[in-house]
């Protein structure tokens, strides 16, 4: 496991314990059978949204997918190379996850639970298949196993679905929500690793506090995972220079914030409005030392570019130019009128949000830093990192 994790308040407390069932067992009750109702209530008592990055109120999900034939999906194949919150639940919490998909399965009358786990992180895959056998057959549900290529767009809810269908595992178009067509046209329900250890959490413990799973990178090699309540300041996440810094805000399809825009702010959707960000998935990048922000999202466009599905115009032909419109902008030798051209043609048309979330990240820079595209028009950087672009 690549990132350091501190002790939290509710899903990361008490992590001396380790991952084994008999000690969890002591702290969280084995689930039990409970209605719909009852438990979206709950949820709807935490305001548990999805962890993977939509921010979807859970309760709705699970109301939507309440019919006949519904499948309960675990997705712990974070496509995000930033986020490694699930990563570290898997590690030191399967059995919070898997309490929380069995809660789910119970109330929606499911049979069976489908995990979906990450191709390129084999420990996370040890990990849970050890968890799996120290359960049994207690649950009550059949468990099945999938494995997700390595990617970005991978874990996407759709691409997940491809999977379990035996098919490529990548994105296609949908015109109904996974809760209402999803796994072989099945209501499915539909969450990532942290949305079903919250609930889990949720219904033994109750709504109190609050809490997000947060990945922060900054300039140390390796990340750490934060459990902070929502609503706290984002002092607790960022040190007074980070918080000077610009900061990368949801991931690669995120929001670039400016320095010292996060003052005074809470951890929380709706203090982020204002600045055209959102938690998303948790991620957290402030802007290393002696870094360009115009640099750092030159190298992500280019990387998103390469990790489309490619299965529709906007990004097998849209995203490959917008990556070289904003290449060319940041090495000073392309008009910066070309990326807002290509943005305009690339957003809200591809078959996925891919396109959309790329465009997202490509905006919020040129909302915020449009002074600095200026200065490397002129060959110049106000953050000395011009060397990074060439």
Known sequence: MRASV?????????????????????????????????????AEAADLRGRGGAGFPFATKLRTAARRGAVVV??????????????????????????????????????????????????VTTRMTAALAERESSDGVEWRINTADAGFVSGQSRAVLELMSGRANLPV????????????????????????????????????PSTMLITRAGDTPAAKVLEVGIGAPWSAVLSPFELDRPVLLGGYHGAWVPGGALKGRRIADEDLA??????????????????CPVNETAQIVSYLA???????????????????????????????????????????????AHPDGTVRLVASLQRWFGDEFLLHQRRECGYGDLAAAG
């Open 306 to 352: 390469g990790q489309s599905a490619g299965r529709c115009g906007p990004c097998r032909f849209g995203l490959p130019a917008l990556a070289l419109a904003v290449d060319d902008a940041a090495r000073g030798e392309g008009p910066l009128e070309r990326i807002h051209e290509l943005a305009a043609v690339v957003n809200r048309r591809g078959a996925c």
């Open 173 to 208: 178009t949908a015109w109904a929500p996974e809760a209402v067509s999803g796994h072989r046209g099945r209501p499915t329900l539909l969450s990532n690793a942290e949305t079903y250890a919250q609930l889990a959490s949720i219904w033994v413990h109750g709504p109190d």
């Open 74 to 123: 675990v997705n712990l194949s974070e496509g995000e190379p930033a986020s490694q919150k699930d990563e570290v639940l898997a590690m030191r919490r399967p059995h919070l996850i898997l309490d929380g998909a069995v809660l789910a399965a119970r109330a929606l009358g499911a049979r069976r639970v489908h995990l979906v786990l990450p191709g390129d992180k084999p420990l």
């Open 6 to 42: 501190d002790e939290g308040p509710r899903l990361l407390a008490h992590l001396a314990d380790g991952p084994g069932l008999t000690r969890h067992r002591l702290r969280h009750p084995a689930p039990v059978r409970v209605g719909v109702e009852h438990l979206a209530r709950a």
């Open 274 to 291: 204002g600045l055209g960000a959102r938690l998303g998935a948790g991620v957290v990048l402030p802007l290393p030392s002696g870094s």
